[in-house]
């Protein structure tokens, strides 16, 4: 079985510009979460989509945001990139809040 | 927002030795997991416990979920050198699921062969 992949596994942006970061769940899990892990820190929950539809969000500005499609493919945006947005950006799923499995993770790093 | 207290921050030891870590929180707990991230990679579930004083173990590995639901701890008996890596603890609290797992600071292993 195919665990959680996500894609690209690094993006390099300049400040201001948007970064779209993509992540495929393990088959039947219908949940997808976002977390961010800055270099030294540990996971910062970011977003949950479920069915579709967002859930519940951190304490993060509206300029990150996101999408679950309908084979349950998540899509994170972050707009207006900032120096302190570098970070691993880490993908999980679950299915029934069983416990989640992540991915690998997308390095992004804004310069 | 909510907080887990991780300790100790990092730990260097010898392959034999055993390995504790804990987790401590100011606010009650429903689950909690215990993590082990390994470098260019996410992390990977070790444990999961979910009721008041439960006790599981996987392998060299036990963890418990604390009677006051406030903490855990992840013991590793006779390290061995590929325990180094990252060991995070994460749990969630209230009585709906919100989605939202929180995680600890992370315990840095290092296992000396």
């Known amino acids: 079985e195919a665990g959680v992949t996500q894609s690209p596994t690094h993006l390099i942006k300049t400040r201001g510009q948007q970064a779209t970061l993509r992540c495929s769940p393990i088959?039947?899990?219908?949940?997808v979460y976002w977390y961010q892990q800055a270099l030294g820190l540990g996971l910062q929950f970011l977003l949950w989509?479920?069915?579709?539809?967002?859930?519940n969000r951190g304490n993060f500005p509206p300029r990150f945001s996101g999408r679950q499609f309908p084979n349950y493919s998540s899509e994170l945006n972050v707009n207006a990139l900032e120096l302190e947005d570098s970070a691993l950006y880490l993908c999980a799923s679950s299915r029934d809040n069983s416990p989640l499995h992540f991915g690998n993770g997308t390095r992004l790093t804004v310069t | 927002g909510q907080q887990l207290n991780q300790s100790p921050q990092s730990m260097f030891i010898q392959e034999g030795e055993d390995v504790s870590m804990n987790c401590t929180s100011s606010s009650i707990f429903n689950t909690w997991l215990w993590y082990k991230q390994d470098p260019g990679e996410g992390p990977v579930l070790l444990i999961a416990?979910?009721?008041?004083?439960e006790l599981t173990s996987n392998g060299r590995l036990t963890a418990q979920f604390g009677i006051t639901r406030k903490d855990s701890f992840l013991n590793i008996s006779a390290s061995i050198p590929s325990d180094v890596g990252i060991y995070f603890c994460a749990g969630t609290h209230g009585s709906s699921n919100t989605g939202k797992l929180i995680f600890g600071q992370g315990t840095t292993l290092q296992v000396k062969p």
């Open positions: 088959s039947g899990h219908t949940s």
């Open positions: 989509y479920d069915e579709g539809e967002e859930r």
């Open positions: 416990l979910y009721k008041a004083g």
